[in-house]
């Protein structure tokens, strides 16, 4: 949970550092950070609900608990906001903070639970690579 509410808060960040006139903030790159959390919504539902299906629970609260964990976006982001027109002169160091909670969280849970037992793995790397792709060329057009 520290880590959705990590990438939400620096998705607040974003938006936080264009309404503070930081030079090198824009509007553009606060707005591919919000898709690319918005396109990222998918699977992270998705790895809440799996589980939770596999335990034995019903559809219904499988989605409502995926629906829950998205429930700080709203909360993180303005927090985010509010922190980055208060703190400027940290920001680059609190930034690493999500970014490592992020990493962390791909490397130790979702790259290993990808793998486990899938039977075509390749379709995974092409996955993750098509996404990493996707938020690349997001960066580039828009940040």
């Given at each position: 949970?520290?880590?959705?509410?990590?990438?939400?808060?620096?998705?607040?960040?974003?938006?936080?550092?264009?309404?503070?006139?930081?030079?090198?903030?824009?509007?553009?790159?606060?707005?591919?950070?919000?898709?690319?959390?918005?396109?990222?919504?998918?699977?992270?539902?998705?790895?809440?609900?799996?589980?939770?299906?596999?335990?034995?629970?019903?559809?219904?609260?499988?989605f409502?608990?995926?629906?829950?964990?998205?429930?700080?976006?709203?909360?993180?982001?303005v927090?985010g906001?509010?922190?980055?027109?208060?703190?400027?002169?940290?920001?680059?160091?609190?930034?690493?903070?999500?970014?490592?909670?992020?990493?962390?969280?791909?490397?130790?849970?979702?790259?290993?639970?990808?793998?486990?037992?899938?039977?075509?793995?390749?379709?995974?790397?092409?996955?993750?690579?098509?996404?990493?792709?996707?938020?690349?060329?997001?960066?580039?057009?828009?940040?």
């Open positions: 949970m520290h880590a959705i509410f990590a990438r939400k808060e620096r998705g607040g960040v974003a938006f936080g550092a264009v309404a503070a006139d930081l030079p090198s903030a824009t509007i553009g790159g606060a707005i591919a950070l919000a898709l690319g959390i918005g396109i990222q919504n998918f699977p992270e539902g998705t790895a809440v609900s799996m589980p939770l299906r596999r335990e034995g629970l019903s559809t219904t609260k499988n409502l608990y995926g629906q829950a964990s998205g429930m700080v976006e709203p909360v993180a982001g927090l906001a509010l922190f980055v027109m208060n703190m400027l002169s940290i920001l680059p160091y609190a930034l690493c903070f999500p970014a490592g909670a992020m990493i962390f969280v791909v490397v130790e849970g979702l790259i290993p639970e990808s793998q486990r037992e899938f039977k075509n793995i390749d379709i995974v790397t092409m996955a993750t690579m098509s996404g990493f792709t996707v938020m690349m060329i997001l960066d580039v057009a828009l940040g």
